[in-house]
């Protein structure tokens, strides 16, 4: 994948200030309010899945598309309830449905809620977005 697509994703997220967003291989330390309490925070992957050659040309005017999937796991505290977390998903679901600014994003897979920790302090609810990028080489 080449840093102008993940770049691209990044970007997007930008717009979503209802919560941190934790991209891969980030500093990460579980928010919390001026009292120490937890706050919900967003942690995401980005995948590639393919690549594939879209026109012929000379050497440099090829087009091509990579094909990937970020997946988000957006993080309440345990015990509040799913109500926050799926709208906070929905939220950001929103940011990426069907959007071309960089790279073009399809519709987010629905959301699903599930334990969000080994040590039972988190609750997720999870989602994805298919993303291609068209570019020359």
Known sequence: MTPATVQAIKDRGAAFTSA????????????AD????????????IRGLSSEIRSIGTSGTHWLR???????????????????AYALA??????????????QTLAPTPAEGGE??????????????PFYLDYQG
Do not use: K, M
């Not at 941190?20 to 928010?31: A, G, K, Q, R, S």
């Not at 950001?92 to 959007?99: T, V």
């Open 90 to 103: 929905e939220t950001l679901a929103a940011i990426y449905r069907i959007a071309s600014a960089g790279v």
């Open 20 to 31: 941190p967003i934790y991209w891969p291989n980030e500093t990460f330390e579980p928010p």
């Open 66 to 84: 990579d094909h990937g999937f970020i997946r988000f796991h957006v993080e309440v505290p345990s015990g509040e309830g799913s109500d926050q």
């Open 34 to 45: 001026a009292s120490g309490n937890p706050r919900p925070f967003v942690w995401a992957e």
């Open 116 to 129: 969000g920790s080994d040590d039972g302090n988190w609750f997720a609810v999870s989602f994805g977005v």
